[in-house]
């Protein structure tokens, strides 16, 4: 397996684990959504600032799912190009 590969699958791994992450925050999020204001008084907190704190952490992970989408267009194509090249040989150029 190639170092290309390897990198591949370890961001396959890390987008898994951030899909997780982030399906996790949204349940969370749409419980307390649910819940009446009032339960939130009785612990001195306002429900819409958790709910914005919690919206603030599922923007972050899907700003990092994002990045991870974008390094692995990039690497499917350094791939793609690398097993190109072996198969045609370094010294033909393409049109």
Do not use: C
Request: without cysteine.
């Amino acid at each position: 397996m190639t170092n290309i590969e390897l990198r591949i699958q370890n961001l396959q791994k890390e987008k898994a684990r951030l899909i997780l992450e982030k399906g996790e925050l949204e349940a969370r999020y749409n419980s307390i959504d649910e819940r009446p204001k009032w339960v939130f008084w009785l612990v001195f907190r306002n429900k819409y600032e958790l709910l914005n704190a919690l919206q603030m952490q599922i923007r972050a992970v899907q700003d990092f799912i994002d990045d991870i989408n974008r390094n692995l267009r990039f690497l499917h194509r350094a791939k793609a190009a690398t097993d190109e090249s072996e198969n045609n040989g370094h010294w033909k150029m393409k049109n």
